[in-house]
């Protein structure tokens, strides 16, 4: 079975600091790793993927992660926070071997104070 | 072009009734995904569809949760005899699908369904 942990219930940063949210995963077989946002009563945007490749994937937004295969993480980053980017984030994975469903972390809720 | 789009986006029934949640996935993806959100919670896989079939429905719950996608587009997803629990964000999502694909899937707006 595969499975996300987002072990933050909600990260507090400064606008203009650099931020991270954090991310593990769990899966049998080769990860496809996403990360999500969600604004208030909007729907999940995409913001970026990792398939293979380069461990740090650029996405939308400014936001970039980077896959660690020996620690089992993605975690989420970007180098300057802005007020615009307080959001829930979700992590998700799918596993190679086991269908095309996402298996989703419970959220970590960003809060950007100016 | 047009995102996914759901409809209601919100519904209060009753227990022990009948519902039906819609979902227009965008046009040209051949897979559709529905998920349910809990409060506080990441969404929840129900059921996949590949074209006009059921490729994996492992997350429905039980049997009175059933969907259909008859001609490979839209898509209903029907509860029958809500329950309180049943009481969610159904999120709907849709990808350029291909078995095994790593496309990523665009998310609709969700239904919020309320059984009270």
């Known amino acids: 079975a595969q499975s996300v942990a987002q072990p933050e219930d909600q990260v507090n940063v400064a606008e203009g600091n650099p931020l991270t949210v954090k991310c593990t995963y769990s899966v049998s077989g080769n990860p496809y790793l996403f990360w999500y946002v969600q604004y208030p009563n909007r729907g999940l945007q995409f913001l970026l993927k990792y398939i293979t490749g380069d461990n740090l994937v650029k996405g939308s937004y400014g936001f970039e992660a980077e896959f660690n295969k020996s620690q089992t993480s993605f975690h989420l980053k970007k180098p300057s926070a802005l007020v615009s980017d307080s959001a829930l984030y979700f992590c998700?994975?799918?596993?190679?071997?086991?269908?095309?469903?996402?298996?989703f972390g419970g959220g970590t809720r960003l809060m950007v104070k100016p | 072009g047009a995102g996914v789009s759901q409809t209601p986006s919100n519904k209060v029934t009753e227990k022990g009734k009948y519902v039906e949640l819609r979902c227009d996935p965008i046009s040209g993806h051949t897979a559709l995904y529905w998920y349910r959100q809990s409060l506080g919670q990441g969404p929840e896989f129900l059921i996949y569809?590949?074209?006009?079939?059921?490729?994996?429905d492992s997350g429905l719950p039980n049997d009175r949760f059933f969907a259909v996608r008859p001609e490979g587009s839209v898509s209903t997803l029907k509860i029958q005899r809500t329950e309180r629990g049943d009481s969610a964000v159904y999120l709907c999502?849709?990808?350029?699908?291909?078995?095994?694909?790593?496309?990523?899937?665009?998310f609709g707006p969700g239904t919020r369904l309320t059984v009270l």
């Open positions: 999502a849709s990808s350029l699908g291909q078995p095994n694909s790593y496309n990523e899937q665009f």
């Open positions: 998700a994975v799918r596993d190679y071997n086991a269908g095309n469903m996402l298996t």
């Open positions: 569809f590949q074209g006009t079939g059921a490729a994996d």
